[in-house]
């Protein structure tokens, strides 16, 4: 473990200006980025005695091998530069709060024909009205479903809608009264576009009016003794009914705010934010994040609203208001941040009395018993994963903690379709980030061992290339670049990088495969084993162990060993190999049946020269299906884009000598038979 003392800064070169600094590890990774007013002063926080250090950072300082920094004009673009590397690098150390997904919103297309209800994330579109935020996405589903008894609106997608037009038979939807079925006519257009009206109104708030029509209904249909009638009339106001309390209104309802709250302890903290549109709550969403140091309720508050607000895609989708339980130390540049990503103002405050005040005490409720719940279902799996690494790291009788755990597994079936999986664990649990699929072929594919070598020379090649392409850090060599485009994303190109210890740049940000593992495990034994230490050794890396994990005993196996290591049943060492093995043989046979199923998938327009996958799916849409296609003419088959008379005059020669030859095959999937026409 690196000692601070061997790469601490000396006092007269670090700057007082304001800057950011970043914290990497021996392997060159950044695991830290902070932001300071007076650069000098931060960092020498660090390297004080480390007894009165909070217990993640002393973990973060004894991790990190180097500290370099780069000096910007102003605490904005400090703030703005502090985001920029904390999206880039993904910093094991910081607190990190987004999870990589736009909000999920419902939204109706109105500006198509026939209007459709879905799911949407990402960029609004014009003419598609949208309610929402919800979160998570099973409650907008949820609601869709219920809505749909009552609003039987089109939810399918462009391409089942038009193949429901060209058979003349409806989908599932419409045989299950969920859906109007206009693609078969059975409501038009216009009436249609009405009824996708009713639900946005009912939305919008107008729920009352469709529920007492519906009670009128209800009543004429007992009158009647048109009992089956009424009762459909019943389900359909309870299912109304329930979502109209979903959507109760809580404030004024020109009110757009996300309402933010905390629980924490020394080492946690947990967040809850509920999402308030039109006086309504539409979403709720919640983190439990580790703190690295000992940061203050305003801090917490600050990297939240930057990371949680940098990170959207449609940046209109930033509410008026924003409540915080306090405010961050530089309140007047988070608000003039999130202003400039909204392109609007943006009020950053503390609710103090009233309804919005009431509705912060709820969502500080909330994130108190997220915390508990936390705590409560954690607490076991961090000793067992911490007794898990431990017991393993003694067993294998390695110097190093087992930071990063790296898998391998190979999947064919008698040789054919042949690939290899790699799956990542970071401190006990999966990275899924930095799963690797890898196809074989060739000599590589003859059987398992040399698919395994081949996979780990691929695998810990593009290591060593991407070694070599950001330079020694060890020296201090360091592309140049890096500091510049930092400065770049500053406004008005601020921000002059210091001349400190690696301050002048850094690496290039793409670098999948440049982080190390502790340990190699394989599935399999001796063989397995043995290939996957030569092909390390052929590649002149000799500091990473290996170890097999055979399945008949469940015995590990080390390079050269003639006896296997044998872990007691219930160690957590060996649980936790298992699960790594299961996740590796997983992966693989996923990938390999995915590969499998498109070999093994054929169509009458295979193998026609000049024909390729996308000219095969525009034919596919224009027409509906390869028997259209076959009775369709040349200048019927230059009607789609991208197919020339010369290619026209080909298919249709190929698909009629086919015909010619016997009765038309139509393209079937060989793994389950289906007919593809």
Known sequence: MPDPAGYRPKSGEVPTSPGVYRFRDPDGRVIYVGKA????????????????????????????????WTVVGSELEALQLEYTWIKQYTPRFNIMYRDDKSYPYLAVTMNEKYPRVQVMRGDKRKGVKYFGPFHPAKAIRE???????????????????????????????????????????????DDHRRLAQDFCDFMAGDAHVYIRRLETQMTEAVADLRYEDAARRRDDIAALKRVFERNAVVLPESTEADIFAFAEDELEAAVQVFHVREGRIRGQRGWVVEKVEDVSGATMVEQLLEQVYGSLEDTSRIPREVLVPELPDSAEQVATLLSGIRGANVNLRVPQRGDKKALMDTVKENAELALKLHKSRRSGDLTTRSAALRELQEALELDEPLLRIECYDISHVSG????????????????????????????????????????????????????????????GEIDPEEASAGADALPDGGGAPSGGPAAEGARPASRRFAYPPSLVVVDGGPPQVASAAQALRDLGITDVP?????????ELWLPGDEFPLVLPRASQGLYLLQRIRDESHRFAISFHRQKRGASMTSSALDGIEGLGPAKQKALLKHFGSVKRIRAATVEHLQEVKGIGPALAATVHAALHSEAGSGPATPGVNLTTGEILD
């Not at 290996?546 to 469940?554: P, S």
Request: glycine letters at 8%; a positive charge; one cysteine or more.
């Open 37 to 68: 007013k007076n650069l000098r002063s931060r960092l020498a926080s660090y390297f004080q005695d480390p007894a009165g250090l909070h217990p993640k950072t002393r973990t973060m300082v004894f991790t990190a091998g180097s500290v370099e």
């Open 143 to 189: 609601t869709v479903d219920l809505m749909l008894r009552v609003f039987p609106v089109r939810t399918c997608s462009s391409g089942v809608f038009r193949r429901a037009e060209l058979s003349g038979r409806p989908c599932l939807m419409g045989y299950i009264d969920k859906c109007a079925a206009p693609c078969v006519g059975r409501i038009s257009p």
């Open 416 to 475: 054919t379709n042949v690939v290899g999986s790699m799956v990542v664990v970071e401190d006990g649990l999966p990275k899924k980030a930095d799963y690797r699929k890898f196809s074989v072929t060739g000599d590589a594919a003859r059987d398992d061992t040399a698919a395994m070598r081949h996979v780990l020379t691929r695998r810990f090649r593009h290591y060593l290339d991407d070694q070599e392409r950001s330079g020694t850090f060890a020296t």
């Open 546 to 554: 290996v170890v097999g994990l055979a399945k008949r005993l469940e």
